[in-house]
């Protein structure tokens, strides 16, 4: 069982920063692959990051590309989602995302809001 706890979001302003973390429960942080995913009012649940155990390697959906960041780190048990040059469109809550690559079961966050205004 993994609890994931999302904190950070928040309103600003176009063009600023936020950085989003997700504390997570739990001795085996590090066998789980962590992601980012988001929900704006009216659409679907969408990805926006991912991240192997090890950090080495980091996946982002193409509209995020060159803005968003996710990091790591298995000692603090807690991913992270440094975000840049925040556009309205960004505006959604974000969720916390852990899969262990040989379980089916996924594990989410309750989520944090974001909004970015114009």
């Known amino acids: 069982q993994v609890q994931l706890v999302e904190s950070g979001g928040g309103l600003v302003q176009a063009g600023d920063s936020l950085r989003l973390s997700c504390a997570a429960s739990?001795?085996?942080?590090?066998?789980?692959?962590m992601g980012w995913f988001r929900q704006a009012p009216g659409k679907e649940r969408e990805f926006v990051a991912a991240?192997?155990?090890?950090?080495?390697?980091?996946v982002y959906v193409d509209s995020v590309k060159g803005r968003f960041t996710i990091s790591r780190d298995n000692e603090k048990n807690t991913v992270y989602l440094q975000m840049n040059s925040l556009e309205p469109e960004d505006t959604a809550v974000y969720y916390c995302w852990a899969k262990h690559p040989m379980r089916q079961t996924e594990y989410w966050g309750q989520g944090t809001q974001v909004t970015v205004s114009s």
């Open positions: 739990g001795r085996t942080f590090s066998s789980y692959a």
């Open positions: 991240i192997s155990r090890s950090g080495g390697n980091t």
